[in-house]
């Protein structure tokens, strides 16, 4: 790592603080969740354009069959990811939305051991477990409170599941692609798939009021492009396990603006739901790590 000054932990806080916003912004919009993610990623890949005309646009030029065809379905993933967790929140609460959203550690950890067949400490298996209970909490607070609110919390893990999946192919594709090139590419592929389904779905691409306007246009630049880019800028100075860490605070920080905003209150059972949750993903991500590190300290026995 590179000298640690406080630079990259101010980035972190206001990174994790922006993307916090993304519920709340959601939340305001009358707009269908469809119109939204389209214009989120629509903007995103606008405002991404002058940089990607600097010296990307010829990287992507270069690019095989199989990253078209990676890029592509990782759109795909983003498409639905929102899709998906947008309409989640026309159901449940933003706080078990948010919480169930960030479970994206533990779909990763199943998605490893079933394809890569990675081992399983008993730590890491009881952090899953914790959390995985967590969900049940909620889930079943939500269905005794109002039944629709069980369908938003299922409506937010199969969002989780196809946000990591895009993180996962983000992953394999980022070893060879830089950064600007990958996400204008995957930013403007799912801004298309978007596009096509709201005009399968018979849903009007405009004209929309200004503070509609306003709402798409921020869901791009502080959740997606302010939040996500300071994160990924931090990495170049702190592990990706303090970004996976600082990231469990979303759900604290969107949970609050919901408080004060739509005087949305917590419940006992998604208050206890989310402790086990968060907890569960704090062990996860703690154990993961140290069995990362025991790994290559053996490597160089």
Wanted: proline share 3%; with cysteine.
């Amino acid at each position: 790592m590179k000298n640690i000054t406080y630079k990259p932990y101010m980035a972190i806080a206001i990174g994790v603080a922006a993307i916090s916003f993304s519920a709340i912004l959601v939340r305001y919009s009358n707009a269908s969740s469809g119109v939204m993610a389209f214009y989120r990623l629509f903007f995103s890949s606008l405002l991404l354009l002058p940089i990607f005309l600097r010296g990307p646009i010829k990287e992507v030029g270069n690019f095989s069959f199989r990253e078209w065809v990676f890029s592509a379905v990782s759109g795909v993933f983003l498409a639905f990811h929102f899709i998906l967790w947008f309409e989640s929140l026309r159901y449940t609460s933003v706080a078990s939305s948010t919480v169930l959203v960030t479970m994206q550690p533990l779909f990763a950890f199943v998605g490893a051991f079933f394809l890569f067949k990675e081992r399983v400490t008993v730590a890491v298996l009881a952090s899953v477990i914790l959390a995985i209970s967590g969900s049940i909490i909620i889930g079943a607070g939500d269905f005794t409170a109002k039944g629709a609110a069980l369908y938003g919390d299922v409506l937010a893990l199969l969002s989780c599941a196809l946000i990591t999946a895009y993180f996962m192919i983000g992953q394999v594709l980022r070893r060879k692609v830089g950064l600007t090139a990958y996400t204008f590419t995957v930013y403007s592929l799912s801004a298309a798939v978007l596009g096509v389904y709201v005009w399968v779905k018979g849903e009007s691409f405009g004209p929309y009021p200004g503070v509609e306007w306003g709402i798409f246009l921020l869901l791009a630049v502080i959740p997606t492009l302010f939040g996500h880019s300071l994160l990924n800028w931090a990495l170049g100075w702190v592990s990706s396990t303090t970004i996976s860490m600082a990231i469990l605070f979303e759900p604290v920080g969107a949970s609050v603006l919901a408080y004060y905003l739509f005087h949305e209150h917590i419940s006992s059972t998604q208050a206890i739901g989310s402790l086990l949750i968060l907890l569960g993903l704090s062990f996860f991500i703690i154990m993961s790590n140290r069995s990362r590190e025991s790994s290559i300290n053996q490597e160089h026995i």
